[in-house]
């Protein structure tokens, strides 16, 4: 085998071009779709990380939010307990009151009408021993000397 020098002149020319040829329409091109590839990439990396940061602090942020609404919420029940305990306090002293005034009101009540009836009583009170005398003795009234001479039959 002998080595021709035209046709290896003409294979080198033709690797050369070919190369030249592919560099410029398909390397060339490749090699920046890959870069902007790339940069999409770590574009998006870089938004996943911001986008995972500013979820984190969010949620911090909640969290933070629902400790202060659990601290708010207990001190606005802490003061409906305390303004509920007030009022059933005052709602029991009235109670309480409105009973005394009432008893001493039915205690002066009736001791006007023990009064009126120890009136009535003391006023009427011959009246009510013959009536009750009368009732004993169904309706008879025996003179004073019979008496000692006993019952007639």
Do not use: Y
């Not at 398909?26 to 995972?52: H, Y």
């Not at 709602?91 to 009973?99: C, E, I, Q, Y």
């Not at 009246?127 to 008879?140: I, K, M, N, P, Q």
């Amino acid at each position: 085998m002998t080595v021709q020098l035209p046709v290896l002149l003409w294979t080198v020319i033709c690797f050369g071009a070919l190369v030249l040829i592919l560099n410029n329409l398909l390397f060339k091109p490749m090699l920046a779709f890959m870069d902007k590839r790339g940069e999409r990439v770590r574009a998006a990396a870089e938004k996943k990380a911001a986008a995972e940061r500013a979820a984190a602090e969010a949620q911090e942020a909640l969290e933070r939010f629902h400790a202060e609404q659990e601290a708010h919420t207990a001190s606005l029940a802490g003061q409906a307990l305390a303004a509920a305990r007030a009022d059933a306090d005052r709602l029991v002293s009235d109670a309480v009151r409105r009973g005394e005034e009432e008893t001493a009101a039915c205690r002066a009540a009736l001791a006007r009408e023990k009064e009126e009836l120890s009136r009535i009583l003391e006023s009427n009170a011959d009246r009510f021993a013959e009536d009750w005398l009368s009732a004993l003795t169904g309706g008879r009234e025996r003179p004073t000397d019979q008496r000692a001479e006993g019952p007639r039959d």
